[in-house]
């Protein structure tokens, strides 16, 4: 596509359940990262993939939160047992060499 | 530890007075500066980066590695400048990606 699809645009989640939020890179773009914005911040860096190696996630704030990009090209990013202080929006952006791409985020409400 | 501080949360000027979004940093290696945009309702796009040194939309930022900032400045602004800007950084991190740091945002107002 032309440019970094995500999906949902927008979920509502009850406290406790598991929501899968999708990425759909720009084609052939080697870097995907995933990022989180709370209300009123900047976005923060959760975790980042080359082609199918997952090789950084030091920003993913606890182990209820698991990314996958298996084929190196989509990439889904899983929240389990979601809480309040999930709430956010998870952006994606894609990358060849240098300089991202991001998508238009999906925003999760924990309710 | 890497960190991006935007001081002003909010800032409005009137059209075609000057504009200065100011951003802070510190990094203990040689970062590379960004400046992102993100307009009503569109998704986060870059503005400018320092090593490009480029003017885009007549907005510049200068790199002062002495007071460590990278602040953005136009000259002139038009009230279709008004959105949220984000500097960020990127900081070398596990694998070699290189993510970014981003500041918490300035919200630009520009009154007719």
């Known amino acids: 596509g032309a440019g970094v699809s995500q999906s949902p645009r927008y979920k509502v989640a009850k406290r406790g359940q598991d929501v899968a939020l999708r990425c759909d890179p720009i084609?052939?773009?080697?870097?995907l990262f995933w990022y989180q914005q709370a209300l009123g911040q900047g976005p923060e860096f959760l975790t980042y993939?080359?082609?199918?190696?997952?090789?950084?996630k030091s920003g993913l704030p606890s182990d209820r939160f698991f990314a996958e990009r298996p084929e190196g090209s989509v990439s889904t990013l899983k929240i389990q047992r979601t809480q309040q202080e999930d709430s956010a929006v998870y952006l994606c952006?894609?990358?060849?060499?240098?300089?991202?791409?991001f998508g238009s985020g999906t925003r999760l409400t924990v309710v | 530890a890497q960190r991006v501080t935007q001081p002003e949360k909010l800032l409005s000027v009137f059209k075609g007075a000057p504009v200065e979004l100011k951003c802070n940093y510190s990094?203990?290696?040689?970062?590379?500066l960004f400046w992102y945009v993100q307009y009503s309702r569109q998704r986060l796009q870059l503005l400018l980066r320092?090593?490009s040194r480029e003017s885009i939309k007549g907005f510049t930022a200068d790199l002062n590695k002495g007071e460590t900032s990278f602040h953005l400045k136009k000259p002139f602004a038009q009230e279709e400048d008004s959105a949220m800007y984000y500097c960020a950084l990127t900081a070398n991190s596990q694998g070699g990606s290189e993510k970014l740091v981003f500041g918490k945002g300035t919200k630009l107002t520009v009154n007719p």
């Open positions: 993939f080359q082609n199918e190696a997952q090789l950084d």
């Open positions: 084609s052939g773009h080697v870097s």
């Open positions: 320092h090593i």
């Open positions: 952006a894609s990358s060849l060499w240098t300089g991202y791409t």
């Open positions: 990094y203990s290696g040689s970062p590379e």
